[in-house]
Nanobody, 115 residues
Framework: QVQVVESGGGLVQPGGSLRLSCAAS????????MSWYRQAPGKERELVAT???????NYGDSVKGRFTISRDIAKNTVYLQMNDLKPEDTAIYYC?????????WGQGTQVTVSS
């Protein structure tokens, strides 16, 4: 069984920064890609960033230049550094792990950007 646990969400003022973490655990966990998605109230879940096994990355258009995804393979952990946060970044952020045994989601962590 694969477990995915996010942390690091919270309340921040516009222009501030937060760092999200996501740790995956499980037997024979061979990870192909690690991603962050987000879902705001009344909106569909959208891709924020992906980092693949070959280290290539992709970002959603709305976060390019502000967010950075990184990983620690030894710890099966992925991070999302979020800078210059805006009110429209407010959402629940979900971690997604694409592994040899399938797709796995975390429970989500709330990020609220407000003054």
């Amino acid at each position: 069984q694969v477990q995915v646990v996010e942390s690091g969400g919270g309340l921040v003022q516009p222009g501030g920064s937060l760092r999200l973490s996501c740790a995956a655990s499980g037997r024979s966990l061979s990870i192909y890609a690690m991603s962050w998605y987000r879902q705001a109230p009344g909106k569909e879940r959208e891709l924020v960033a992906t980092i693949r096994i070959d280290k290539t990355v992709n970002y959603g258009d709305s976060v390019k230049g502000r967010f950075t995804i990184s990983r620690d393979i030894a710890k099966n952990t992925v991070y999302l550094q979020m800078n210059d946060l805006k009110p429209e970044d407010t959402a629940i952020y979900y971690c997604n792990i694409n592994s040899r045994v399938g797709l796995h989601w975390g429970q989500g962590t709330q990020v609220t950007v407000s003054s």
